[in-house]
C-alpha cells in the first residue's frame, strides 16, 4: 500500500526531472544552432572579403602595369590611345585610397576622399598624405611602377623605378567584418523578446493558477473548519464535569486553530498581500518552539535561536511564519537520523545592509549540488513523503509576495543553511 502511495510522488519527481533535462536539451540545441549560425556568418563573410581583396588587389596591379606601360619606351604608338583609354576606365572603377608617389616617395597624386583631411599648408599636406600611404602599405603591399627602356649599347632592358602605387579597400569591405556580428545582435534581439515574453507569460500562468488553488484551498478548509468549531463547543457543553475529557478537547482544539492557520495561509497567498511593519523576532521563537513539537523525542535535537533585540520590517507575519516553520521542517528531517543529541538546528535573524535576513542552519546530511537547482521546482522532491511544494510556496512568498530573495548553502554530509532576505523597505511586486 506504502507503494502504491509513493507511487504519484516518484512519478511526479520524474516527472520534474525530464522537464529539467529537455530543458537543458533546448538550451544547449538552441545554443549550438546559433554558434554554428555565427560560425557560417563568419566563414561566408570571410570567403567574401577575400574575393573582393583580390579583386582589388587584381585591379591595382593592373592599374600600375598600365602606369608601367605609358612610362615606358617599349609600347606601340598605335597603341598608346588604347591604353590610356583603358588606365582612365580602370581609374573610374578604383573608388578606394589609392596613392601615388615617386621614387623619393613623394606623393604626386592621391584618392580626393583624403582632400577634407588635409590643410592650407602644402608642406602639411605632403606630410599627412606621406602618413595616409604608411597606413595604406600596412594593410597591402604597393606595387612599384618601372620605366623599362633598351640599352643603346647593350640591347637589354633597363628598369628604372619611377614611382610606388600605394593602395587601399573601399569601405563597403571594413563594413562586411561588422555583418555578421550585427546579424546575430539582431537574432539574439528577437530570441530574447521572444523568450522573455514566453517566460513572462508562462509566469503570469502559474501565478493565476497558484492564486487560484490557494484562493479555493482556503475555501474548501474554510467549511469544514467552521463547522468542527461548532461541534467542538457542542462537545465541551456536554462534556462539562468530565474531567477525563479535558485534555481530548484540547488537542482537538489545537488542531482545528492549526487548520485554521493553514486556511489563513493559503487565503494570503491566493490574495493581494498587505505588508505591515512589525518585529521578526517573536516569529524566530514562534519558529523555535514549532521545531521542538515537530522533531522526534528519540532525536533530541537541539534548538538554538540568534536575534537581536528587535528587527522590524515590512512583511506578512502569517506567510513568513510559513516560511520559517518550512526552514525548520526540512532541518529537522535533514537531523532526526544523526545519534541522539548530535542534531543542531539554529534559527536566527540579523540585519544586512539593506535587508533582514531570516535563517535556519542545521548539521544534517547537506543537499547535493545537482539538487541545488531543483529544490524549488513544483513537484520535485528527495524526501519518501512529500510532494514538493513547501520550498516552491516559500519562493513564491519570498520573491514576489515580499519582493526579496532566497539563499541556500550546503555542504553535502555537513548540514544546509537556508536564508529569507526580505527588503526593510516594500519594493513594488508582482502579481
Not at 41 to 51: E, I, K
Not at 241 to 246: E, L, M, P
Not at 332 to 346: H, Q, S
Request: with cysteine; net charge positive; proline share 6%.
Amino acid at each position: 500500500m506504502a507503494k502504491d502511495k509513493d507511487a504519484p510522488r516518484s512519478f511526479v519527481r520524474e516527472n520534474v526531472l525530464a522537464l529539467k533535462k529537455r530543458r537543458r536539451f533546448v538550451e544547449f540545441y538552441f545554443l549550438a544552432a546559433l554558434a554554428l549560425v555565427a560560425l557560417m556568418l563568419f566563414l561566408y563573410t570571410h570567403a567574401v572579403v577575400s574575393r573582393l581583396r583580390h579583386e582589388f588587389r587584381i585591379t591595382s596591379y593592373s592599374y600600375a602595369t598600365i602606369q608601367t606601360l605609358l612610362a615606358s619606351d617599349l609600347q606601340d604608338p598605335a597603341m598608346e590611345e588604347v591604353i590610356i583609354r583603358l588606365a582612365r576606365d580602370i581609374g573610374r572603377t578604383m573608388k578606394f585610397p589609392t596613392i601615388v608617389t615617386d621614387a623619393a616617395g613623394t606623393p604626386q597624386a592621391w584618392w580626393p576622399g583624403y582632400n577634407p583631411k588635409l590643410t592650407k599648408d602644402p608642406d602639411r599636406n605632403l606630410a599627412l598624405v606621406r602618413g595616409f600611404a604608411a597606413e595604406l602599405d600596412r594593410r597591402n603591399k604597393p606595387f612599384p611602377i618601372i620605366r623599362y627602356a633598351r640599352d643603346a649599347e647593350s640591347g637589354f632592358l633597363v628598369g628604372t623605378e619611377l614611382g610606388v602605387f600605394h593602395f587601399g579597400e573601399p569601405r563597403t569591405i571594413r563594413l562586411l567584418y561588422w555583418v555578421p556580428g550585427l546579424e546575430l545582435l539582431l537574432i539574439a534581439a528577437f530570441v530574447f523578446a521572444g523568450v522573455f515574453s514566453y517566460r513572462r507569460l508562462k509566469r503570469t500562468e502559474q501565478q493565476a493558477l497558484w492564486a487560484g488553488m490557494a484562493r479555493e484551498t482556503a475555501h474548501q478548509l474554510g467549511t469544514p473548519v467552521t463547522s468542527l468549531m461548532g461541534w467542538l463547543e457542542i462537545l465541551r457543553e456536554r462534556c462539562e464535569g468530565h474531567a477525563a475529557a479535558n485534555e481530548p478537547l484540547h488537542e482537538m482544539a489545537e488542531d482545528i486553530r492549526r487548520l485554521e492557520k493553514v486556511a489563513a495561509r493559503f487565503q494570503e497567498i491566493g490574495a493581494p498581500v498587505t505588508l505591515v511593519e512589525e518585529d521578526l523576532v517573536p516569529l524566530v521563537g514562534r519558529a523555535v518552539a514549532y521545531g521542538r513539537r515537530r522533531a522526534p523525542a528519540q532525536a533530541q535535537l537541539a534548538f538554538e535561536a540568534e536575534t537581536p533585540p528587535s528587527l522590524v520590517v515590512p512583511h506578512s507575519p502569517v506567510l513568513m511564519e510559513w516560511v520559517v516553520e518550512n526552514f525548520v521542517k526540512n532541518a529537522v528531517d535533514a537531523t532526526k537520523d544523526l545519534a541522539p543529541g548530535r542534531g543542531r538546528i539554529v534559527v536566527s535573524a540579523r540585519q544586512e545592509k539593506d535587508y533582514a535576513a531570516v535563517a535556519v542552519r542545521d548539521n544534517g546530511v547537506g543537499i547535493e549540488p545537482a539538487e541545488l537547482a531543483l529544490i524549488f521546482t513544483p513537484g520535485y522532491t528527495t524526501k519518501e513523503k512529500g510532494w514538493g511544494l513547501g520550498l516552491s510556496l516559500v519562493k513564491r512568498i519570498v520573491e514576489e509576495v515580499h519582493g526579496g530573495r532566497l539563499e541556500v548553502r550546503s555542504d553535502p554530509g555537513a548540514g544546509a543553511t537556508f536564508t529569507a532576505f526580505i527588503p526593510r523597505v516594500p519594493r513594488r511586486r508582482s502579481r
